[in-house]
C-alpha cells in the first residue's frame, strides 16, 4: 500500500507569493503605459513639468504622439492595496485620474479622448503566464 499526501499549505503559501508578486510586477506595466510616447493628443500644448514632478522655467511644446506625464502626479499616485491574499486592487489618487483615463471636452469645445493606460498596461503584463511561471519556481 501507497500513501500519498498533498501538502496544501505549502501550494497556497506558493500561490499567495506568486500572486503578490504578479501584481507588483503589473505595477511596472502600468508605469510603462504612463510612460510610453504613444498616446494620441488632438492638440499642442505646453508643458512646464519634467515628468518628475519638478518645474522647468520655461515651457516646452508637446504634440502627438506623447506620453501621459505633465508633472508626474498622475504615476507617482499609483497604489496597490492587497485586499486579501487573493485579491489586489491598483489606484490612481489624483483628482484628474478619470478624466485622463477616459477623455473629456475642454472648455472651448476640444474633444480629448481617454488614455486608457490600464487596458494598455495588463496588456504589457501577461499575469497568467507570469503567475505560473512564479508559482513553478517556488514550488519546484
Known amino acids: 500500500m501507497a500513501t500519498i ?18 501584481c507588483l510586477l ?7 503605459s504612463i510612460s510610453d510616447p504613444k498616446w ?4 499642442t500644448t505646453k508643458r512646464y513639468g519634467d515628468g518628475s514632478g519638478g ?4 515651457p516646452h511644446e508637446v504634440s502627438s504622439p506623447r506620453d501621459i506625464v ?10 496597490l492595496d492587497f485586499v486579501s491574499h487573493t485579491e489586489a486592487r491598483y ?14 471636452t475642454t472648455s472651448k469645445s476640444t474633444n480629448i479622448p ?3 493606460w490600464v487596458k494598455d498596461g495588463l496588456e504589457r503584463v501577461n499575469a ?11 514550488l519546484l
Request: proline share 1%; charged share 25%; aromatic share 12%.
Open 128 to 138: 497568467q503566464k507570469v503567475f505560473a511561471t512564479l508559482l513553478k519556481s517556488k
Open 114 to 116: 481617454g488614455r486608457d
Open 70 to 79: 505633465d508633472t508626474g502626479r498622475l504615476r507617482a499616485s499609483q497604489q
Open 26 to 32: 503589473m505595477g511596472t506595466g502600468f508605469t510603462q
Open 55 to 58: 518645474k522647468r522655467k520655461t
Open 91 to 104: 489606484s490612481w489618487n489624483v483628482a484628474y485620474g478619470l478624466a485622463i483615463l477616459y477623455g473629456y
Open 5 to 22: 499526501k498533498l501538502n496544501t499549505a505549502a501550494i497556497e503559501k506558493a500561490a499567495q507569493a506568486a500572486f503578490r508578486e504578479t
Open 40 to 43: 494620441d493628443f488632438p492638440t
